[in-house]
């Protein structure tokens, strides 16, 4: 259950705020913030319900686990997603998220039934008549970034995102308490955000964000984000249209730090992040887009074989009892574990996805790969998209990891994920 529980009564004092939809357009700038138009009615809601179920099953032999730890993805879960919107008059508004979800785990290990809530958001919001200051009190989840599978300028700490495998994941789709101002004119827009840090660093109590738009024919915005008592990072994104069918885009970060932990961050005094990528739409509906990632924060070729090599090697020796010294070689095991759970871990990954277009009978398919060139594993997904009616939607999903044991996706600890979600708007 969540700590903070402030947020709960924005929430509770007025419905909440619309979700994405499972269908929206995956190719839409989500960075952009525009001013919201609420029409003259004194009071408008939305409601949308999802609910899902999702099986992840685990591998019994991987090469990290020392067998004295579990991964805890190895769950079955029925979820409940309830977001609303409200808006109260033409200045005023509010939404919200609420996500709960009832788990058992599937092992011999782990059976126990656990149930749990989150707040996802809770947000309060004023807008002046000409819909130029919109100010927001709350929990909220912003998204500054333009990427599909690598979305790096989405800065705040810690990064939700990654690494985009499990789109469901309410620690996802959590947001941060904060208050933010936006101001709009013309194709400009500026807007500032006070953060309270989710950061584990005990030094780290708030963060600050600016972020400076143009949206035209080209669409642009440079970012400035600040941690207590740090140096500022900075993030740009890029958008604009190649033609009538294609859309190019880029997005560049920069850090005084390194953002995974065992790794060496003494190495060069500022990391870069740049992700390009390019859609192509046809006329008659169907889509495909590529993206390539350069990540300096990653593991180099010889760090990550260190790394990985020498837990596999540790996780060996206590699972078949001949460890010398148990407790060095559990760490060892455990660090490369959390490596590989942090995501993007390596250093050069590239993206590839095709969406059919909708047939008659609203089905619709979508294929993706996601690819680390730096040892080529690969993450697989397959999606089976359905409308039924305006308000009824559903999405069947597979992963699939493919890899050798040593490998970035090869080293995930589920053999394959299963999802299937419905949607319900009214």
């Known amino acids: ?19 994405g939809d499972p269908f929206a357009d995956p190719f839409a700038d989500p960075f952009t913030e525009e001013a919201i138009a609420i029409e003259d009615d004194i009071h408008q809601s939305r409601v949308e319900l999802k609910s899902y179920y999702q099986n992840n099953n685990l591998r019994s032999n991987h090469p990290l686990n020392p067998g004295l730890s579990l991964f805890n993805d190895d769950t079955r879960f029925v979820g409940l997603d309830a977001s609303l919107e409200s808006n109260w008059s033409d200045q005023w508004s509010t939404r919200g998220r609420v996500y709960s979800r009832y788990m058992v785990g599937s092992s011999d290990l782990d059976n126990s039934d656990r149930y749990d809530t989150y707040l ?25 970034s333009n990427g599909y599978n690598y979305d790096i300028a989405n800065m705040l700490t810690p990064n939700r995102n990654l690494p ?24 400009w827009s500026l807007a500032g955000y006070l953060v309270k840090s989710d950061s584990e660093s005990p030094n780290i109590d708030r963060e600050a964000v600016v972020r400076l738009g143009y949206q035209n024919d080209h669409e642009f915005s440079f970012l400035v984000h600040k941690l207590d008592e740090g140096k500022l990072a900075y993030g ?3 958008s604009t249209l190649l033609g009538d069918e294609t859309t190019f885009r880029a997005e560049w970060t920069r850090h005084p730090y390194r953002q995974l932990n065992l790794l060496d961050g003494q190495e060069r005094s500022h990391y870069q992040r740049l992700v390009l990528g390019t859609t192509y739409a046809a006329v008659d509906g169907w889509s495909l887009t590529g ?14 074989q260190q790394i990985t090599t020498l837990a596999a090697s540790s996780a060996d020796l206590v699972r078949t009892g001949q460890s010398q010294n148990i ?58 998209l359905k409308s039924i009616n305006d308000n009824l939607s559903a999405r069947l999903e597979l992963q699939l990891f493919e890899g050798c044991d040593l490998c970035e996706f090869g080293l995930n600890p589920s053999q394959n994920n299963l999802r299937l979600t419905a949607s319900w708007l009214f």
């Open 1 to 19: 259950m969540m700590k903070n529980t402030w947020p709960f009564l924005i929430v509770f004092a007025s419905p909440m705020a619309l979700a």
């Open 120 to 144: 996802l958001e809770g947000l309060l919001q004023w807008q002046s008549l000409d819909q130029n200051l919109v100010i927001e009190l709350g929990r909220k989840t912003p998204k500054w």
């Open 164 to 187: 985009n495998i499990d789109q469901d994941n309410p620690l996802q789709a959590k947001g941060w308490d904060m208050l933010s101002a936006q101001y709009y004119s013309g194709h």
């Open 236 to 238: 740009a994104t890029f």
């Open 291 to 304: 993206e390539f990632f350069y990540n300096q924060h990653g593991a180099s070729d010889s760090q990550w």
């Open 327 to 384: 407790g060095f070689d559990i760490n060892q095991a455990l660090a490369g574990i959390g490596l590989m759970g942090q995501g993007w871990s390596r250093q050069r990954y590239g993206s590839l996805m095709f969406m059919s277009e909708q047939s008659e009978d609203l089905w619709q398919l979508r294929l993706g790969t996601q690819i680390s060139l730096d040892d080529s594993s690969k993450l697989h997904r397959i999606e089976v």
